[in-house]
């Protein structure tokens, strides 16, 4: 079993995990302005507890998107840099599969939709089918309004992700919702589990090479073109 240090910020939940034989040990902390300052000493500390070196290290798993824009920045960087320093690769791993695998272990479903929070009263969304040990994707992260979310039908599908929690009026009445978690973050034990997978798949790259995963290319508009979006509002 390889040793990977995982690392998530993409939602106003920080953590980092260490996958060290057949245990995982984590850290978390919230609060989205910390993330930054406390994402370091929490990695420490793990590697302390664990008795294991970074350079021990087979490979450095992070939260790539989407979520916050910031967050999956950050973890990216921090990923960067522990391995250029340590000479390691670097698993960019998708949050809404590491929500999949959360739900997954909480209720035994092998069909999961993960809704996350995107603000701006939109969502990011994938839908994951567990198969032969590993997810596959049946809907591929995608960003979308909560009322326009249609997730394709599968026996037995579980719903999870603050997005259910946050919008719960657009959600009220969908079958799919029913009983959906809505406390299921993105977090780096799952990000730990999933690289095992993700290494061996050969899906590692060189640090130079680790990218976030963006869904929203534009979070914000200059006055010029908010006149134009509003223009075509009004004639709409």
Known sequence: MPTILAIETSSELASCALLAGDHVISRSTSGV????????PMVQEL??????KLADVDAIAFGAGPGS??????????????????GLPVLPLVTLAAMAEACRARTGALDVLAVLDARMNEVYWAQYR???????????????APDA??????????????????????????????????DILPHAREL???????????????????????????????????QVINAAKAGA
Not at 135 to 141: F, G
């Open 33 to 40: 302005r910390t993330h930054s300052q406390a994402i370091l």
């Open 149 to 182: 979310l249609e997730p394709l039908a599968a026996e037995g599908l579980a719903a999870c992700g603050n997005g259910f929690a946050v919008y719960p009026e657009a959600f009220a009445g969908k079958a799919f919702a029913a009983g959906a978690i809505g």
């Open 47 to 52: 590697l302390r507890e664990a008795g294991v």
């Open 69 to 86: 824009f910031t967050g999956v920045r950050t973890a990216c960087g921090v990923a960067q840099g522990l391995a250029f320093g340590a």
């Open 192 to 226: 730990a589990l999933l690289g095992v997978a993700a290494l061996a798949a050969g899906l590692a790259v060189p640090a130079a090479q680790a990218q976030p995963l963006y869904l929203r290319n534009k979070v914000a508009y200059t006055s010029a073109e908010r």
């Open 130 to 144: 567990y198969q032969g040990g590993h997810w596959i994707e049946v809907s591929p992260p995608a960003l979308c």
